[in-house]
């Protein structure tokens, strides 16, 4: 009995995830933007200078997947990368102007998107739920 809840579980969180992306798409066909380049920028913004081992981390996914979208991300002239001054092998990444403006409207579409998540819930079940996703994050998350 317990495997069929945290099947449901598994299940339940990964539709959630797939149906924030479906809302995102929907919600920003203008921005000609995936959720994983807006995830990138909305890092970079708020830790100007990462690098690419450091967004791959956070984002829990390949290196070469990164480079790849930070590639496409610089020509389409969201981002820009400069040389370490204390290593050569790595380059610290920022946003352009023009990623600072994308940033602004990412910013009220993820707040949109997130609000449709928890709206069919009260006030006192997102509060409960917080602390039940939490509860299971900090078990499963490395130290």
């Known amino acids: 009995m317990e495997d069929k809840k945290a099947q449901e579980i598994n299940y339940l969180i990964h539709s959630i995830l797939f149906n924030e992306q479906r809302l995102f798409n929907e919600q920003s066909t203008n921005l000609d933007l995936t959720v994983q380049q807006a995830r990138t ?30 590639k496409n991300l610089e020509r389409d002239g969201y981002v820009k990368r400069r040389k370490d001054r204390r ?26 998107v997130e609000k449709q998540i928890v709206k069919p819930l009260e006030n006192s ?19």
């Open 41 to 70: 920028l909305e890092l970079i913004q708020k830790d100007p200078g990462m690098i690419q081992r450091e967004i791959a981390d956070a984002l829990s996914i390949r290196d070469a997947s990164v480079s790849s979208m930070l």
């Open 87 to 112: 290593s050569d092998r790595n380059k610290r990444i920022f946003l352009t102007d023009k990623g600072d403006e994308i940033i602004k409207e990412l910013g009220n579409l993820f707040e949109d």
């Open 125 to 143: 079940e997102t509060k409960d739920l917080l602390v039940l996703l939490r509860k299971i994050d900090d078990e499963l998350s490395e130290d």
